[in-house]
């Protein structure tokens, strides 16, 4: 393994010839939050420990984790909803952090490792690393474009140890790039901060990813027509522009996801804490449709601002006043608590919508949901637990309405993502804990005493 940064004892091995780089290992101990037994969030299902710093394998990258995010899908594995896969598992799958060793090749000869765009990475580069920590290649859903539902694939936090500790193991393949934090050229934010900027791009790693697929099979990021989602799940398609003839489409997107997220250094990209990801042009659409969201954690908390920009209004249906009051700030019509009519009580008097999300792990809501969507519109259920959706009356789904799951993500769902985000730009919210506290950030986010989302901050 080749270590830069950090590294700490030399291993003896003699450098490459004629290179300037000392091949180190990374050896001692890193703190981390290790699960123990799943059970309640009250009763500290995570402890902190001492544990060996992993070492990577072919194809695998060691990162310095400065900043993890804290989701529902890890609360879900910390409590047991969720199956274990692994004993002790490292919970976390919204990572932002640095480079700091390659793993050895069999043979000895390394080639250049290339993260998600394709293009090779560098010693030291700032990454994000999200849920899908690597897919099989090779089945029918990963030959198709989806490899988000591949049967063999390993999910950060949950099959491998993830960001929740000061050291991650990534697949190479499945990193993001990002800009340095502590960059303070033109790119705006606060460049005296470079915590709070890496804190503040972690919830773009899964809240922003899961919440853009499920714009996009909810049919608000997909132009195309037909059944929203189904066409872009299976060619991956819909990039965010705005111009574009359908014959170019796949062209343009095998280009641009080539190109790297680094080649887009020029694009205005506007002052605030996503300064650390590139955008591109998004235009401004004429109203589009209404969109309802169920919950407002994280995911919406993003998603209402990629829809709003979009030309959406957007319907946002949460128990809390504070979140509401979010809801509205960050670009929603209308804010209102599940079981009203969407634009209850508002000057605009109640509508019917086009589409809806529901990100609250809520079985009664996809119900809900679909009483309030139009005949032809799509709830998608954004979670990957719920409990039990109740029996409804099959006229609630008559009308050719469509309830459908979103599972996981695929690569290109993330690499538009993060541009789109940049571009707009979106706005995160977050709450920042200590590493040592992150028991504390999960039983925040099971309360939903989160304005935005809850974000471990680690170096
Ligand atoms: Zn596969
Ligand atoms: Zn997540």
Redesign the pocket.
């Known amino acids: 393994m080749r270590a830069g940064g950090a590294s700490r004892a030399p291993t003896g091995r003699a450098p490459d010839e004629g290179g300037p780089v000392t091949e180190t290992v990374l050896e001692g101990t890193m703190r981390a939050m290790r699960m123990t037994t799943p059970g309640p969030v009250g009763r500290g299902p995570l402890e902190l420990v001492e544990a060996p710093i992993p070492q990577p394998g072919p194809g695998e990258v060691l990162i310095r984790v400065h900043a993890c995010g804290v989701?529902?899908?890890?609360l879900h594995i910390a409590e047991g909803d969720l199956a274990p896969h692994r004993e002790g598992v490292v919970p976390g799958?919204?990572i932002v952090g640095q480079i700091v060793a390659f793993g050895d090749w069999p043979g000895g000869d390394r080639p250049q490792y290339e993260a998600a765009d394709g293009r090779p990475l560098e010693l030291g580069e700032w990454v994000g690393v999200p849920?899908l920590w690597r897919t099989c290649g090779r089945c029918h859903f990963c030959l198709s474009g989806r490899e988000n539902l591949c049967d063999d694939a390993l999910f950060t936090g949950w099959d491998v140890d993830g960001g929740f500790a000061e050291y991650h193991v990534a697949t190479a393949a499945f990193v993001y790039r990002l800009h340095p934090p502590t960059d303070d050229s033109s790119r705006g934010g606060d460049a005296a901060d470079p915590a709070g900027r890496a804190a503040a791009t972690a919830p773009l790693l899964?809240?922003g990813v899961?919440g853009y697929r499920c714009l996009r099979l909810a049919g608000v990021v997909d132009d195309r027509p037909g059944l929203p989602g189904e066409d872009a799940a299976a060619s991956g398609a819909s990039l965010p522009t705005a111009q574009r003839t359908r014959a170019g489409m796949r062209r343009a997107r095998l280009r641009q996801v080539s190109g790297a997220i680094h080649d887009l250094g020029g694009s205005p990209v506007g002052a605030g804490p996503l300064d650390m990801v590139d955008g591109m042009a998004v235009t401004e659409q004429e109203t589009r449709g209404r969109l309802g969201l169920f919950g407002f954690g994280a995911a919406a908390h993003l998603c209402v601002q990629i829809a709003a920009h979009r030309g959406w209004e957007v319907y946002v249906f949460t128990r809390g006043e504070e979140h509401r009051r979010l809801a509205l700030e960050l670009g929603a019509t209308w804010a209102g608590a599940s079981g009203q009519r969407p634009g209850a009580g508002s000057d605009r008097g109640e509508t019917v919508l086009g589409a809806a999300v529901v990100f609250a792990p809520v079985g009664d809501l996809a119900v809900e949901a679909l009483k309030v969507v139009d005949k032809g519109g799509v709830v998608a259920l954004g979670g990957i637990h719920s409990t039990p959706i109740p029996s409804f009356d099959y006229q609630l789904i008559y009308g050719e309405r469509v309830l459908r799951s979103v599972t996981n993500s695929t690569r290109l769902d993330a690499i538009e993502l993060l541009r789109t985000a940049a571009a707009i730009p979106v706005r995160t919210e977050v709450e920042r804990f200590p590493l040592e506290k992150a028991n504390d950030a999960l039983r925040a986010v099971k309360e939903s005493r989160v304005r935005g989302a809850a974000v471990l901050q680690i170096a």
């Open positions: 989701c529902h899908t890890d799958h919204e849920w899964c809240a899961i």
